[in-house]
């Protein structure tokens, strides 16, 4: 089973940005996909962005559309998420997923990190 371990989070101010990382135990099926997916206390898991690992176009939900940007590395088998102009609303606890569907489904998803906490202050 592929081990995630996500780092990069941490406390920022409203409109500063950070850059979240992925790094995987083991590389990737062809056709796997991974995603980014937050917590926010009390609320649900929710969909933030995902990509094909072998290319192709990056999916986001509208709340980040233009703000974040997923990414990865391929020979480090590291997956990433810039986040400009950080909003209040984006505090959560931030993971990475990585399954084989290209959905925004946490369901679709079959393996998870532990997830960075991700604080910013208004």
């Known amino acids: 089973q592929v081990q995630l371990e996500e780092s990069g989070g941490g406390s920022v101010q409203a409109g500063e940005s950070l850059r979240l990382s992925c790094t995987a135990s083991?590389?990737?099926?062809?056709?796997?996909?991974e995603a980014w997916f937050r917590q926010a206390p009390g609320k649900e898991r929710e969909f933030v962005a995902l990509?094909?690992?072998?290319?192709?176009?990056?999916f986001y939900a509208d709340s980040v559309k233009g703000r974040f940007t997923i990414s990865r590395d391929n020979p480090k088998n590291t997956l990433y998420l810039q986040m400009n102009d950080l909003k209040p609303e984006g505090s959560a606890i931030y993971y990475c997923?990585?399954?084989?569907?290209?959905?925004?489904?946490?369901?679709?998803?079959?393996?998870w990190g532990q997830g960075t906490q991700v604080t910013v202050a208004s």
């Open positions: 997923a990585r399954g084989s569907r290209y959905e925004s489904d946490q369901r679709a998803y079959e393996d």
């Open positions: 083991t590389r990737p099926y062809s056709r796997s996909v």
């Open positions: 990509v094909r690992w072998h290319g192709g176009s990056a």
